[in-house]
């Protein structure tokens, strides 16, 4: 498993540090025109930006794997965390032409790590973006039971076969790797919110079917750990 992970890393890091160092050679060497030049820098500074989130991920993924993870509790209504998220996904929908709707039934509380529910959020709620063609939608909703805080994200996208399933939270896996590419996406996503569920004693439910868009369903213990 190491020397997979080793692997996998190495395969990832390959690809933008081999772009930036081509595009940077190129300018350092030739003469070229302003528009060609502002092309080749923006090329280099998204890689970089790619490279940056792959790090950030990893480093993530890392704190996660600890035996004894840190894990802030807190009382915080999820309200809150909403309100940080809503405006950045509510332009996301709109230069992708998706419809994003948020249902709540009210003020949720629950005590747990604020900054790593926002991040199950934000991973949950990217990787519907991702999938999701033009015209269709997502939809984030937030409620409770008597022992459980739920977070639920739906959307109309592609769907997956049933064996895919199990292996959507492997580190690196990719339903398809060229729309991966074009969104940024690292792989870790999906496998940084299994842990983070699980480091708070929660539970992560998938249904989905081909063409029929796929749902994730989170349960959060209100009591924390």
């Known amino acids: 498993m190491r020397k997979d992970f080793v692997a996998n890393v ?7 540090v081999t772009s930036i160092k081509g595009f940077s050679e190129t300018l350092l060497e030739e003469n070229m025109d302003e528009q060609t030049r502002e092309n080749f820098l923006q090329i280099i500074y998204d890689e970089s930006s790619r490279l940056q989130a792959l790090i950030n991920d990893l480093l993530t993924l890392s704190s ?9 509790l807190q009382k915080f209504d999820f309200e809150l965390i909403i309100a940080e998220i809503k405006p950045g996904f509510e ?29 199950v959020l934000i991973n949950l709620l990217t990787n519907a973006f991702n999938y ?17 805080a739920i977070i639920q994200v739906e959307d109309t ?43 708070h ?22 009591e924390g750990l």
């Open 91 to 119: 332009m996301l929908a709109r230069d992708r032409h998706l419809t994003f709707y948020i249902e709540m039934s009210g003020n949720v509380y629950i005590m747990a790590d604020s900054n790593q529910m926002k991040q």
């Open 157 to 199: 996208g592609m769907g997956m076969e049933q064996d895919m399933i199990q292996r959507i939270f492997e580190r690196f896996f990719r339903l398809d790797e060229a729309r991966s590419r074009d969104t940024g996406g690292t792989g870790l996503g999906l496998a940084i919110v299994k842990h983070i569920v699980e480091n």
């Open 10 to 16: 190495s395969h990832e890091l390959k690809t933008p």
């Open 201 to 222: 004693k929660g539970h992560i439910d998938v249904q989905s079917e081909p063409g029929g868009g796929t749902t994730f369903t989170v349960s959060i213990p209100h």
């Open 64 to 72: 996660l794997e600890k035996e004894y993870p840190t894990v802030k």
């Open 132 to 148: 999701t063609p033009e015209g269709g939608s997502v939809t984030l909703r937030i409620y409770e039971t008597e022992t459980e």
